[in-house]
């Protein structure tokens, strides 16, 4: 047993309470520090997870990390395939009015998928342009949180409807509980949570409902400027019945996450 001179007990007494306050046990010098979260299960998400039960976190920072992580590669899977169509588009811009049958076909799909109601291909051309564009992942991202509670709402875990989308054909989705019996609208239901996120830059890119936000957009691609989320929030007045309310909630959602990075 090695003794330790009494005299100098305190210093060393000292010494060892700064290490082991700077330096705990948990903590491997050469690597940094253990995360604070490190109690919690780490989660990793990809296009083929389940949608996770966002009800059970209790640590809200968490719950908010993950949803945001488990959307962003499916927000980009998404735009990623309304650029491919873009890009499509644009190369008929520089092409002038002769047309291949393929070309026309895929052109007239385009037409019905966007809902462009013109007849002449160049006009629909100009239009589609328009239409087939990015939605920024800070807005999917703000009005996915807020239409579905986080992921925990009736629709988001039994149809994958994070957006609260409607349709009108009996049996498409779940009726909501408190529907008038004069109504025959549905909470649409999807296979999953990545055909919910298309259907609903569709619909952004489609509907006469958000023909706003399309012109805000268009008006930030001719000056030149990033696409903002919260910009292109104002184009939303149609999607809920409280209106500039709705805005102002999605676009303080936008900045208190600080979603803007994702843009």
């Keep these: 047993m090695k003794i330790i001179n009494a005299s100098i007990l305190p210093g060393?007494?000292?010494?060892?309470?700064?290490?082991?306050?700077?330096?705990?046990?948990?903590?491997?010098?050469?690597?940094?520090?253990?995360?604070?979260?490190?109690?919690?299960?780490?989660?990793?998400?990809?296009?083929?997870?389940?949608?996770?039960d966002f009800s059970t976190y209790k640590d809200v920072k968490l719950k908010k990390s993950d949803f945001f992580a488990y959307m962003l590669p499916r927000i980009k899977k998404a735009n990623q395939q309304v650029l491919e169509e873009r890009q499509w588009i644009k190369s008929l811009l520089s092409q002038g009015s002769e047309f291949k049958q393929a070309q026309m076909n895929q052109l007239l799909a385009l037409a019905e998928k966007y809902k462009v109601k013109v007849l002449n291909p160049n006009d629909i051309i100009s239009e589609l342009f328009i239409r087939v564009d990015t939605i920024p992942a800070s807005l999917v991202l703000a009005q996915a949180a807020n239409e579905s509670a986080w992921g925990t709402s009736r629709f988001a875990k039994q149809g994958n409807n994070l957006f609260g989308q409607w349709c009108y054909v009996k049996g498409c989705g779940i009726i909501p509980k408190g529907r008038d019996n004069n109504e025959h609208h549905e909470v649409a239901s999807f296979k999953d949570i990545q055909q919910s996120i298309n259907s609903y830059m569709r619909?952004?890119?489609?509907?006469?409902?958000?023909?706003?936000?399309?012109?805000?957009?268009?008006?930030?691609?001719?000056?030149?400027?990033?696409i903002s989320g919260a910009e292109l929030a104002h184009g939303l007045l149609k999607?809920?019945?409280?209106?500039?309310?709705?805005?102002?909630?999605?676009?303080?959602?936008i900045r208190q996450n600080k979603l803007t990075q994702h843009d």
Excluded at 203 to 224: G, H, I, P, T
Excluded at 239 to 253: D, F, G, L
């Design 12 to 52: 060393a007494l000292s010494i060892a309470f700064l290490v082991g306050y700077f330096f705990p046990k948990e903590m491997n010098l050469n690597q940094g520090p253990v995360s604070q979260l490190s109690s919690q299960p780490v989660k990793t998400f990809n296009e083929n997870s389940a949608l996770p």
């Design 203 to 226: 619909n952004l890119n489609s509907q006469a409902s958000y023909e706003d936000l399309r012109a805000l957009r268009k008006e930030m691609r001719q000056n030149k400027q990033a």
């Design 239 to 253: 999607y809920s019945t409280r209106r500039e309310a709705y805005v102002e909630e999605i676009q303080a959602m």
